[in-house]
């Protein structure tokens, strides 16, 4: 396949381009579903002009309906999305990204999702149905998981399934709350994922930011300590990275504390852990919820971040050694990787 593919490039240059975009398009509707075509060129970063002849040939095709309340994906346009699947990670170049993030990053796996999703919506909800489908493939019976907030970790939950792996399954939060959106929330996410999957959840109903004093009230409190006796034994655990001053912006930290960050170097955030970009710890929050050393000791770790801006929070955390599986996208490996040719 790929000698096939290396011949196509070289006879027919523009016809992998052309496929990319049509695939991409495809993939978009299909995640955004039912949409406008003014809203599919501002998801696509493309004018309703250039977007017009691609969606009549789609139209044309049987791959998609075109109605008043948008555009959506026929019975055809899925089936050629499920059947091109296995060929894009070669066809578009993911496999190499994904290869060589490996060998940098030295983690067991990656995969590279099309896109960048600092720029397009329908990308995080592209790294949400590889995570979901990646966790699925880990999970065992009788599992507990932890499981961290955050947009990237919600959209895994939009893309679960039920599936017997898992019967017996508990998921519970890694930590408490931001005091954000309710539906980005630990507790959210792992009830979310329970509803889906037909496992069960736990809560842990505490802020994610405590002083020292309200820490220790609450680690006394018995349904608290349930909830940490059950993360000792996480074996997999799935999270987001973060960028440090965007997560710290978002506690709410002062402008003093944020000031002490940057000149700390901060650049990445996970399980209320700051990182520089060697990976060294220079902040570590008082909380509640999985602690660094007990993610070192869960069997997966599953984490998943995309877009170009979270390039050196993704090499800094990696440097922690402790994931065995990346999910990323194209704007956030090549940036990776760009970074270190210099």
């Not at 987001?240 to 650049?267: F, P």
Request: proline letters at 3%; hydrophobic letters at 45%.
């Amino acid at each position: 396949m790929q000698r096939f593919i290396e011949m196509q490039q070289k006879l027919l240059p523009d016809l992998i381009a052309v496929m990319r975009e049509r695939y991409m398009l495809l993939r978009s509707i299909s995640h955004l579903q039912p949409i406008g075509r003014r809203a599919l060129a501002q998801a696509m970063q493309t004018t309703e002009r250039i977007l017009r002849a691609e969606v009549e040939l789609l139209k044309d095709t049987g791959l998609i309906h075109v109605t008043a309340a948008g555009m959506t994906l026929t019975e055809e346009g899925h089936r050629v999305l499920e059947e091109m699947e296995p060929l894009t990670a070669d066809l578009f170049g993911l496999t190499e990204l994904a290869e060589q993030l490996q060998r940098l990053l030295g983690i067991s796996q990656v995969v590279v999702v099309q896109g960048d999703a600092d720029h397009s919506a329908w990308v995080k909800e592209e790294l949400g149905r590889v995570g979901a489908r990646l966790l699925k493939q880990y999970i065992h019976e009788d599992d507990i998981v932890a499981v961290t907030g955050g947009t990237s970790v919600a959209s895994v939950a939009h893309h679960l399934t039920p599936a017997p792996s898992f019967r017996g399954v508990q998921f519970v939060p890694a930590r408490g709350g931001l005091g954000e959106r309710v539906e980005l929330q630990a507790n959210t996410l792992a009830s979310a994922m329970a509803a889906k999957t037909g496992s069960s959840y736990r809560l842990l109903h505490v802020p994610d930011r405590l002083r020292p004093d309200a820490l220790q009230t609450l680690m006394d409190e018995p349904q608290v300590q349930d909830v940490l006796a059950l993360l000792q034994h996480t074996r997999l655990v799935i999270h987001g990275i973060g960028d440090a001053l965007a997560m710290a912006k978002r506690r709410n930290y002062t402008e003093a504390e944020l000031a002490e960050l940057k000149a700390a170097g901060a650049v990445s955030e996970a399980f209320g852990y700051y990182f520089n970009a060697a990976g060294e710890t220079v902040h570590r929050m008082p909380t509640i919820g999985l602690q660094l050393e007990d993610v070192k000791q869960a069997e997966t770790v599953l984490s998943i971040a995309g877009g170009e801006s979270k390039a050196k929070a993704i090499l800094s955390f990696a440097k922690q050694s402790c994931q065995n599986v990346l999910i990323t996208d194209e704007g956030a490996a090549r940036a990776i990787l760009s970074s270190n040719r210099l």
